[in-house]
């Protein structure tokens, strides 16, 4: 059985093509702002026609309703609101498909395939552009009541902190993701993560959500994905000692945090999880 795995970024897009198990080709292109959703969703019938395959997961970087199969809007690119991009895919490559959001599908990828294999329930965190969350539990993903449950994005870590886009103060995003790292500091996250006194004041609002995520579902582990989280051990070590500190010793909650196992495949990976399921 052949699936065709698509991820949907913020700044760029990916196509896979998996022989049961097994990446046997991708292909991966800058999202084109401009062109917005019309431009790249031309893109994916002629690359995907090239291929054979008998069902389509999708992940998408925005928020998704689930239960309609709807995508409610994309922060990055225009012309998402509403559109029915399984459908789409039904209609014009002519197999069933399914999406969800790009952190719950990388949430189901590391359950399921990566290293969050085993650990239930597992908190995936994407920490990147923006910052999203997944909640996975008992061999699923819990969505809550509207498909936004997980979205540790906008929870607030500094509420006398500077405005967010979504109008509130000092949300988890506002402090750490890699978009704001950036217009904040004037480097790229992945030279901040280089700076070990930086990291030593960022892991401070980084701890913070992660213990949010800790104090209410007690996980089993946190996987941490998107390109912040290749720093490794200069990240994750200060950020392990500082959720030690924060965690008081009353709670015997574990900290297990780590690295996600399938690097930028996260999502592929879920998407493969999630098309099984059709
Ligand atoms: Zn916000």
């Given at each position: ?16 093509l ?41 992940g ?14 994309s ?12 459908g ?12 969800d ?37 008992d061999g ?65 609002d ?8 800790i ?15 290749k ?38 990976w ?9």
């Amino acid at each position: 059985m052949n699936t065709l795995a698509i991820d949907i970024g913020g700044t760029k897009f990916s196509l896979a093509l998996f022989e049961g198990e097994r990446i046997v080709d991708r292909v991966t292109r800058s999202t084109d702002q401009e062109g917005g959703r019309e431009w790249m969703v031309a893109q994916f019938a002629p690359l995907a026609k090239q291929w054979k395959f008998h069902r389509c997961g999708i992940g998408f970087g925005g928020p998704v309703n689930f239960a309609q199969q709807m995508v409610t809007l994309s922060t990055h690119v225009g012309g998402w609101h509403g559109f029915d991009l399984v459908g789409y895919i039904r209609r014009e490559l002519a197999v069933p498909a399914v999406m969800d959001n790009d952190a719950n599908v990388g949430a189901v990828g590391e359950a399921e395939y990566g290293a969050g294999k085993g650990f239930s329930p597992l908190f995936y965190m994407t920490l990147s552009t923006g910052i999203g969350g997944g909640i996975y539990a008992d061999g699923q993903i819990w969505r809550g009541a509207d498909s936004y449950g997980g979205e540790i994005g906008h929870l607030n870590v500094r509420p006398d902190g500077p405005e967010c886009l979504c109008g509130s103060h000092g949300c988890y995003e506002r402090m750490c993701c890699g978009l704001w790292l950036e217009r904040d500091f004037g480097r790229p996250a992945a030279q901040l993560m280089q700076d070990p006194a930086f990291v030593e004041r960022y892991v401070v609002d980084l701890a913070r959500g992660l213990k949010a995520a800790i104090m209410l579902l007690n996980p089993a582990r946190i996987v941490i994905g998107g390109g912040i989280a290749k720093a490794g051990d200069a990240l994750f070590g200060p950020l392990r000692a500082e959720l030690r500190r924060q965690i008081t010793a009353w709670s015997r909650a574990r900290i297990d945090v780590v690295p996600a196992a399938l690097g930028d495949d996260s999502v592929l990976w879920g998407a493969l999880a999630l098309a099984k399921t059709l």
